[in-house]
């Protein structure tokens, strides 16, 4: 097959799929961490058209996710720059636009992940909520996957979840997470995909 994988430069999901003999690429605006000859460093919009048969595609997450939903409303600017008020109500309208984009293109096969977020209100309900554990990692994440023409994803082997780490506050994160609160890094750790569902991915939707 012909794959493409949108939003991707660390190349785990293409890399999974090269191994299985297809032609994959990965599609970011950032260089890749791979093989930059596998890999297209422009927007992904620009390719839709190329003649894939299977798209997955990783759409920027900061804007839908639930957790952003209390900078939604109108208050002060943020001293670390981060949009709030119309201005995050603008930016979250466009990755919207940008999501429906991917989803309604021609490519007859998709698969949207994003973590859980508003497209379960502004587009539908996924229609398979993995973990990173279903797939031989202990770590704990939420992951939503909107599919087109493809099958659920199967788990190919269940471990024991890592414990969570109770904040001050009571609530509980998954430990891993916690543990890349700070960095300069820690968007691109949190957002990688896990190779155990790359593996997965590319063993069963051939």
């Not at 097959?1 to 297809?22: D, L, N, P, Y």
């Amino acid at each position: 097959m012909k794959i493409i994988v949108g939003c991707e430069f660390s190349q785990i999901v293409t890399k999974a799929f090269r191994e299985k003999g297809h032609e994959a690429y990965s599609c970011d605006l950032r260089p890749t961490e791979g093989n930059p000859d596998w890999h297209i460093q422009d927007n992904i919009l620009n390719y839709l058209d190329n003649g894939w048969d299977l798209a997955i595609f990783h759409p920027e997450c900061t804007y839908l996710t639930v957790t952003a939903n209390k900078w939604l409303k109108d208050q002060p600017e943020r001293k670390s720059g981060a949009l709030v008020g119309a201005a995050r109500r603008q930016a979250r309208q466009e990755a919207i636009d940008f999501f429906m984009k991917l989803w309604n293109c021609n490519i007859p096969k998709i698969c949207i992940e994003n973590p859980v977020g508003c497209m379960s209100t502004e587009f539908r309900k996924p229609d398979q909520i993995i973990q990173p554990f279903w797939f031989g990692h202990k770590e704990s994440k939420k992951t939503c996957l909107w599919l087109k023409n493809l099958p659920l994803l199967v788990p190919t082997n269940i471990v024991e979840e890592e414990p969570r780490m109770v904040m001050k506050s009571g609530k509980s994160l998954p430990t891993w997470f916690t543990n890349t609160k700070h960095g300069p890094d820690r968007q691109d750790i949190r957002n990688r995909t896990f190779p155990g569902i790359a593996e997965a991915m590319a063993s069963q939707w051939e």
